[in-house]
């Protein structure tokens, strides 16, 4: 019977003990993610670098579902959610052939978890702040029959905004100058908009 006790007090230990490192092992990850962010959110200011953010897959993970949970914002009576997944899909396999592809040119693939962590932060942060903001103009001008010239301000500064900072982190992550950074981004966006075009 002592037996039988001192046995279920030891597996009784080794749960909690495993539940202890868990929680631990969750918090260090959500702690790296916030940093991530932080930066992410400057660099949407382009007031940070990608060599800032931890070297660390956990902060693709989480960043990569936050935008995808995101993406349930753009989900309307044109476009599904397998859509909007898609859409996402198509950016973050060109990003991360271009990111792989140069990286390996250049001989700094170990840039790679730090840039991708980069490109998809960056873009949870700005598609947060510019969806929001894109509502609001759309509702404001919901009696118009025609898209308003603050519509096309409003899209055109949002594009100039990602063009930027996506120049921004392959002109740090790359080591490029500020111009070939500009066609890389550029090209990128030219590229995805026909691929999107051509599909649909």
């Not at 868990?22 to 949407?44: E, R």
């Not at 980069?118 to 873009?123: D, H, K, P, Q, R």
């Not at 942060?125 to 009696?143: A, E, F």
Request: glycine residues 2%; charged residues 10%.
């Amino acid at each position: 019977m002592q037996a039988a006790v001192v046995v279920f007090n030891t597996q009784l230990s080794n749960h909690s003990l495993i539940d202890y490192i868990d929680s631990k092992f969750m918090a260090y990850h959500l702690k790296q993610w916030i940093h991530c962010l932080k930066h992410c959110a400057m660099m949407a200011l382009l007031a940070s670098s990608p060599e800032k953010l931890p070297n660390n897959v956990y902060c693709i993970l989480l960043s990569l579902t936050s935008y995808l949970l995101v993406g349930l914002m753009l989900v309307d009576e044109q476009r599904s959610y397998l859509i909007i997944v898609g859409h996402i899909a198509l950016e973050l396999i060109l990003l991360t052939l271009i990111t792989y592809v140069t990286l390996r040119i250049r001989k700094t693939l170990p840039r790679m978890l730090q840039t991708m962590s980069a490109l998809i932060g960056t873009n949870l942060i700005m598609t947060s702040v510019s969806l929001p903001l894109y509502s609001l103009v759309i509702d404001h001008n919901v009696s118009a029959q025609s898209v308003s010239q603050l519509e096309i301000n409003l899209s055109m500064a949002l594009i100039f905004w990602n063009l930027a900072v996506l120049s921004l982190i392959f002109k740090r992550a790359f080591g490029l100058g500020t111009l070939i950074s500009a066609m890389v981004s550029f090209n990128y966006f030219v590229l995805y908009q026909l691929i999107i075009l051509w599909l649909y």
